[in-house]
């Protein structure tokens, strides 16, 4: 691979797994962040040194396609690269070999460059862009469509946002945001079927003690697989935090 990538090879622990033994969504996400900070450390513009100049990133959207989650103790690649930058925004791709080398996952993600303490996207200064590199691969073709709002919601779940939930930019991490969207559909559809695509809109931060309003609405089928609708609000700021969908795939 060219110097622009980054590999990163992980193990599979128990306490990453779900109840059928599984990496969740959540891990999986919790991989891809450790990668791409990794890079960033690699590339010498790693957390403590973005926090010193306040600056950071945060994500935008993901986009994560999966044909199976690897299972426990199971060995696999994260390969992460960038594959363009725009304005104040990175557009970073990833893809996920099981150890005999097979691709069992892809995702596309957009961040935002920003100033941590105006909370105000920033153009990428050249010494940033330059230290990454581009690999001009595109991992998942037309992974960023609009994602429609809920006609029909169903409440999902109530959550607050406990200290536990926040990362380095005080505010409730990402993958945390993928847990809560994931209660919303039923347990059974859990056992029999696994989300393949997960695509998802961060709009606005949620922060420590808010309260987290989930939704949720199942629309038509696409192929066989169930597809779900997603929305996450704060009632305390009337603010709509995320929208998401997923499809999920009968498990073999």
């Not at 992460?80 to 990175?90: D, I, L, P, S």
């Not at 959550?159 to 945001?177: P, Q």
Request: proline share 6%; net charge neutral; glycine share 6%.
């Amino acid at each position: 691979m060219p110097t622009s990538t980054y590999q990163r090879d992980y193990e599979v622990r128990y306490y990453e797994t779900n109840f059928l033994l599984e990496a969740s969504p959540v891990t999986i996400l919790g991989y891809l962040e450790e990668t791409a900070t990794l890079h960033s450390e690699t590339a010498g513009i790693g957390i403590n040194k973005l926090k010193a100049a306040g600056r950071g990133w945060v994500v935008y959207r993901y986009h994560l396609q999966m044909e199976r989650y690897p299972r426990w103790r199971e060995h696999i690649t994260i390969t992460t690269w960038v594959e363009n930058f725009q304005r104040c925004f990175a557009h970073r791709d990833f893809y996920i070999h099981d150890a005999g080398g097979n691709l069992i996952g892809r995702a596309a993600s957009v961040w935002v460059f920003l100033d941590i303490h105006k909370k105000k996207p920033l153009r990428i200064p050249p010494q940033v862009t330059g230290a990454y590199g581009l690999y001009p691969e595109v991992a998942v073709p037309g992974a960023f469509t609009d994602l429609p709002s809920l006609e029909k919601p169903a409440t999902a779940g109530e959550f607050t946002v406990r200290m536990a939930d926040l990362d380095t930019n005080h505010h409730a991490n990402n993958k945390r945001y993928i847990g809560w969207i994931l209660e919303g559909v039923p347990l059974e559809v859990h056992r029999t079927a696994f989300p393949a695509t997960i695509e998802v809109l961060y709009k606005k931060d949620a922060r420590y003690g808010e309260h987290i309003h989930c939704e949720c609405q199942e629309i038509p089928a696409v192929e066989g697989d169930r597809c779900y609708l997603h929305r996450l609000s704060c009632p305390e700021r009337d603010l709509e935090l995320t929208l998401a969908r997923t499809t999920w795939r009968k498990r073999r």
